[in-house]
């Protein structure tokens, strides 16, 4: 297979960006915008310093080490055709684990003039119900306490910051990349909070030198696993220990709030914008609420890839109506964006064979997931006396794959859901099905003064344990 490859010489480019959580999504999207960007010698001071702060990083690490930092991405097409990148943009890696100085260093360096983040939807460490940052956190403490010695993400930007204001190496931009709604007003919140409660005069000092961006992000990237790795590898006919692939469908919205100056990201199809909320109002409330609509119920009736599930008319025609009834009424389409277009865009994305994106990587910390994907709309339906049919039976399902953890062709499973609470874990071990409206991805709105919605949840509640995830599925669609 051909392979596309960058023909900028590694030797002159600086890095200029510094980003937090070097995962496949990260290596998918912003490096390949930024990738593409260095073959233009006046933007070359923009290459990234990659920086990994968790035990469980090393083995990415390690792989990406071993190549000296370049990697495979394989970009898989709807039409079947796919393309292979080699991506060179990832110019340094920090591991803070071994190497926590390094770290400090860089986001004090002057030549660095942004941050980015990949630190998940519940990586930002704020309350699901207020919002607000979670001081008492154990590790969050040993950081407010130790800020030479941190183990938070939080912690380490602060430190790092607070050296940079020490040597005056200016101001700098911290720009989430993260599903968020508002990412950049959330990023903010989590690292002044931290900021203001370890040191006031570097809190007065990011007011006026650190920007917060918001951002939309939207590409379809899968988990790696070793399947995947030696059948990239067979495709490309590259022995790349870290390979990467990806839908064909990108977006990247940026607000221009830049204190630092930017890399022309615009030259290769990122969009900036003053207001990104049209934006990211559209993706969360279709494309994500759609993953995580289709997730649960997909896998209760034994599907493990969403291409798999796309094939299932009952599945297919949930998420359409969940698209076209609940969803669209609350979403005004961005300018220039026309939304039937993008809804259907979307079908054709889920069922994309040769991403086979995993229903497990849509199922996981759905805690995280909930409270910004399903539950601000779900909030509106119910304000508005909409039918809430969709929402009850999700709900329902949530329940049970937590609860029951076996599918409807009797094979077990494990779930992954690292932000549940000791609280939540007893709502779900509950028999009173009415008890699990209390979780915490819920609290947003008291689900159980909804009659309607209430009542109709407990149907589904019993309806799927009496007769299986597959005919109640198709009692709503048809």
């Known amino acids: 297979m051909n392979i596309i490859t960058y023909h900028y010489d590694s030797k002159n480019i600086q890095t200029g960006i510094l980003h937090i959580g070097v995962g496949n999504f990260h290596r998918a999207h912003q490096q390949f915008y930024t990738n593409a960007l260095l073959e233009d010698k006046d933007q070359q001071q923009w290459g990234i310093c990659g920086v990994c702060l968790l035990p469980s990083d090393e083995k990415i690490v390690k792989s990406l080490r071993s190549q000296d930092l370049d990697y495979t991405l394989t970009i898989c097409g709807r039409d079947g055709s796919d393309e292979v990148h080699r991506i060179g943009s990832l110019q340094e890696l920090i591991w803070g684990v071994e190497d926590p100085k390094a770290v400090i260093n860089k986001i ?10 990949t630190i998940t939807e519940g990586g930002y ?15 969050i403490q040993h950081d407010l306490k130790n800020p030479n010695t941190p183990k938070t993400v939080f912690g380490f930007a602060a430190e790092g910051l607070r050296q940079r204001k020490k040597k005056n190496n200016g101001s700098i931009t911290i720009l989430s990349c993260d599903n968020l709604q508002h ?29 917060f961006p918001n951002s939309m992000v939207d590409r379809i990237t899968p988990a790696t696993a070793l399947e995947d790795i030696q059948r990239l ?63 649960y119920p997909s896998f209760l009736k034994g599907y ?163 007769q299986g995830i597959s005919p109640v599925l198709e009692s709503i669609v048809k």
Not at 108 to 117: C, G, M, Q, R, Y
Not at 125 to 139: P, S
Not at 413 to 426: H, I, M, N, Q, R
């Open 108 to 117: 004090a360096d002057s030549s660095i003039k942004i941050i980015t983040l």
């Open 125 to 139: 460490n704020l309350d699901k119900e207020t919002g607000a940052f979670i001081l008492e956190d154990e590790k």
């Open 183 to 211: 990412n950049g007003n959330t990023a903010k919140r989590a690292f002044t909070s931290f900021i203001e409660a370890q040191d006031k005069d570097l809190a007065e000092w990011v007011k006026t030198n650190v920007t």
């Open 233 to 295: 590898n067979n495709k490309s006919g590259v022995e790349d220990h870290a390979p990467v692939y990806c839908e064909d469908f990108t977006q990247w919205v940026i607000e221009d709030h830049f204190i630092a100056g930017r890399p022309a990201w615009e030259r290769t199809g990122v969009e900036f914008t003053e207001d990104v909320t049209a934006f990211e109002n559209m993706k969360l409330s279709l494309l994500n609420a759609s993953h995580t609509l289709l997730s």
């Open 304 to 466: 493990r890839k969403v291409d798999q599930a796309m094939e299932d008319k009952d599945i297919v025609k949930l998420v359409r109506d969940f698209m076209d009834i609940d969803i669209t009424p609350y979403v005004p389409a961005p300018e220039n964006t026309d939304l039937e277009k993008y809804k259907h865009t979307l079908i054709e994305r889920f069922a994309n064979h040769s991403v086979s994106d995993q229903v497990s990587r849509l199922c996981f910390d759905g805690v995280s997931k909930f409270p910004v994907y399903i539950m601000p709309n779900l909030g509106k339906m119910i304000k508005d006396g909409k039918d809430i049919t969709r929402e009850a039976f999700l709900t329902a399902s949530y329940r049970h794959y937590l609860k029951y953890k076996t599918d409807e062709k009797g094979h077990s499973f494990e779930t992954a859901e690292p932000w549940l609470t000791a609280d939540d874990e007893k709502l779900i071990a509950s028999d009173n099905a009415f008890d699990f409206l209390n979780l915490s991805p819920f609290k947003s709105i008291d689900l159980r003064d909804s009659s309607k919605f209430a009542s109709s949840y407990i149907q589904f509640v019993d309806k799927i344990k009496d």
